[in-house]
């Protein structure tokens, strides 16, 4: 799995500031292999449905998978003849590659993507993106499992599709109900930090893509639709399941090792600034004694089969003191993973000593249980000496819980000299100024602005910010970001303001000039 650096905490989440420069807000990527015919049809009927419905600026994308038929040259008649429309060519196949790249290098706040036969009724994207464009969630998906749902499809997809859904629930505790359907969306924020950690370049891409966002706690919106089978898809079913379930087996692995720094992904609390306020998001005291009463039962269980064994080939200390030890150590790290949510291999050591720490109090409690049982009567019986240790053990259980909760997985940060948390803003990176026009990073590209030691930052707020240069000449920067740190709920001058922005509509229709094809 990768695990290569990301810049940093996710910013709380915000409503999108209103839209300024001309960057589209929507950006629909359709992949695309050997679809000469499917694809004309299909962005044309997308367009022509987004520019009666939906209320903001959108770009569609091609993302042709090296197609080796005249795919390219419909869609470079498409792009030319469609403003809206731009066209990327890769030279190699995989439908998470293209996602990843075009999704990588796209401009707009709002990624999404759909299947070129448009299987998904197109009256599902608008409520697909609201979400994220609030500031509600960080993903959203298509669900074709949900109640509401109606899908018209044969009983071996439909079987495929809810068996590969149990498998993904039972190996992987994934929540979401529909890991393949071709309809989702992610904010962009969201895209950058995560997309570097998903390794997969085929169809296994979007269900590594949400396992992992799910399980660093970002939140995903689930959209019933509507949903008719493509009789002619090209998926290959035996191929991509074999693929599917090594993906499963890989992702299983790295989340059970810790390979994968998660923590990257972590949201605060609110976007409001008295939310900004609370130092952590509480952890959840229920659920923490529901995990830990689980390890502890299994712990309890494992040290009692380790002590009957020991006790075979010595006495009744040293049995209880080397089972103990090693259940003390699978027990740490059960509950440093399972129950407080600690992810990665950093500070797994001073976990498992500080560990050892609370390993020796427990250790004290039951073996003065033994030496006062063995004070009391000279020969006790082996049931006896359970019963003693069980109720020894116990007490050690209650000990151990705030010892790991108030000291070893503490949420205090060794690190934190503030009261406050420190989150990412978003600090704009290029003036929004006619000379300097801003595109994508696949399209023809514009002259660079000024260089930047020129420029002293004068102010910020929302999404842009006012820079002077030696003479007091002022420039607005904006829609492209890089991320700095402040502390949460304090802009850069100093003052406290609730940055949050509605996004206005920039393309309102009255009326509805219906389905006619152009």
């Not at 895209?191 to 979007?206: S, Y």
């Not at 090209?234 to 720094?261: C, F, M, N, P, Y």
Request: proline share 7%.
């Amino acid at each position: 799995m990768r695990t290569d650096s990301s810049p940093g905490t996710l910013p709380a989440r915000e409503h999108l500031p209103a839209d300024t420069a001309g960057t589209p807000v929507l950006d629909v990527v359709i992949p695309v292999y050997n679809e000469e015919k499917d694809l004309q049809p299909c962005v044309q009927r997308l367009h022509d449905h987004l520019t009666r419905t939906f209320p903001y600026s959108f770009r569609i994308t091609i993302a042709d998978n090296a197609s080796t038929d005249t795919t390219p040259e419909v869609a470079r008649r498409l792009e030319t003849r469609i403003p809206e429309v731009r066209n990327f060519r890769l030279e190699q196949k995989g439908r998470g590659r293209a996602l990843r790249t075009v999704w990588s290098a796209s401009d707009a706040p709002i990624l999404a993507y759909m299947d070129v036969d448009l299987s998904t009724d197109l009256n599902a994207l608008l409520p697909l993106v609201a979400p994220l464009i609030s500031g509600h969630s960080d993903l959203a998906i298509g669900s074709r499992l949900a109640r509401s749902s109606r899908v018209v499809r044969g009983p071996k997809r439909e079987f495929i599709s809810r068996a590969y859904n149990l498998i993904l629930r039972g190996s992987l505790q994934a929540r979401f109900s529909d890991a393949q359907c071709g309809f989702k969306a992610i904010r962009r924020d969201v895209a950058q930090v995560l997309l570097p950690l998903v390794e997969d370049t085929g169809w296994f891409f979007d269900t590594e893509m949400l396992v992992l966002a799910e399980r660093a706690g970002l939140r995903i919106h689930e959209v019933p639709v509507d949903w008719v089978d493509d009789p002619d898809s090209t998926v290959h079913i035996v191929k991509t399941a074999t693929e599917d379930l090594k993906g499963v087996w890989r992702v299983g692995r790295a989340l059970a090792t810790g390979s994968l720094s998660l923590d990257r992904l972590a949201r605060p609390f609110g976007d409001d600034p008295r939310d900004r306020e609370i130092q952590d998001v509480p952890k959840g005291l229920a659920r923490q004694l529901v995990g830990f009463c689980v390890v502890g039962g299994l712990s309890t269980l494992f040290y009692l089969l380790l002590y009957s064994a020991f006790r075979q080939f010595g006495g009744s200390q040293l049995a209880n003191a080397l089972a103990l030890l090693v259940s003390a150590v699978a027990n740490t790290a059960a509950n440093r993973r399972l129950t407080f949510g600690v992810r990665g291999r950093g500070g797994a050591v001073k976990h498992q000593a500080q560990g050892l720490v609370v390993f020796g109090i427990g250790l004290a409690l039951t073996s003065g249980s033994l030496v006062a049982l063995n004070a009391a009567t000279s020969d006790p019986g082996h049931s006896t000496e359970l019963a003693v240790l069980i109720a020894a053990n116990l007490a050690a259980t209650i000990l151990r819980f705030l010892l790991f909760r108030a000291w070893v997985f503490s949420d205090r940060r060794e690190d934190d000299d503030a009261t406050s948390t420190v989150v990412a803003a978003h600090l704009p990176a290029q003036p929004a100024h006619p000379a300097y026009p801003t595109g994508p990073s696949y399209g023809p590209q514009h002259p660079a602005p000024p260089t930047a030691p020129s420029y002293a930052p004068r102010s910020r707020n929302g999404g842009t910010a006012t820079f002077a240069d030696a003479t007091g000449h002022e420039t607005a920067y904006g829609t492209t970001y890089e991320t700095t740190q402040f502390r949460a709920g304090e802009a850069a001058d100093g003052t406290w303001r609730d940055a949050t922005m509605r996004l206005q509509p920039v393309r309102p229709h009255d009326t509805d000039p219906g389905d006619d094809a152009r």
